[in-house]
């Protein structure tokens, strides 16, 4: 999978405009905004895998690799990668779309790893279906 294309055979589970309330004082994405983003799309095949609710867990592990910028579109994709009793490990990339002067550049610019756990209506862990 090249990290300067869209990946064609799937769907982003989220796709959102990077703007100017969204940067930082040095001029970039704000790393929180881009972990909030990541922790949504990580949470879209976790609920679906648990068939209900879930919360985060843990982090393993969440590289910025290259920054993001005002203008930017940011895709989020996310896949289960496994699971356990009632926890769902999911693993997120993230792709910025960006114009310069007519030409769209696309770039990888974050990989993350969450573990999510399905909850019951009293918040307390389920097994998984």
């Known amino acids: 999978m090249s990290d300067t294309v ?12 990077a703007r100017p309330r969204d940067a930082n004082m040095g001029g970039t ?8 983003h990541v922790d949504i799309a990580g949470s879209v095949p976790a609920l679906v895998r ?3 609710a879930v919360v985060t867990r843990a ?8 920054p993001v910028f005002i203008g930017d ?3 989020c994709y996310a896949d289960v990668v496994s699971t356990g009793k009632t926890s769902i490990k ?11 002067h007519g030409v769209t550049e696309c770039v990888k610019v974050t ?8 909850i019951d209506e009293q918040g307390k862990p389920r097994a998984l279906p």
């Not at 982090?59 to 290259?66: H, I, L, N, Q």
């Not at 792709?95 to 310069?100: G, V």
């Open 29 to 36: 994405i704000f790393g929180g905004w881009i972990m909030s």
């Open 73 to 75: 579109l940011v895709s």
């Open 6 to 17: 869209l990946p064609r055979d799937r769907m982003p589970v989220l796709r959102v405009p």
């Open 59 to 66: 982090v393993d592990s969440f590289e910025f690799k290259k």
């Open 50 to 52: 648990a068939k209900g």
């Open 111 to 118: 990989e993350a790893t969450l573990v999510y756990v399905a």
């Open 90 to 100: 999911v693993r997120v990339e993230v792709y910025a779309e960006r114009m310069h």
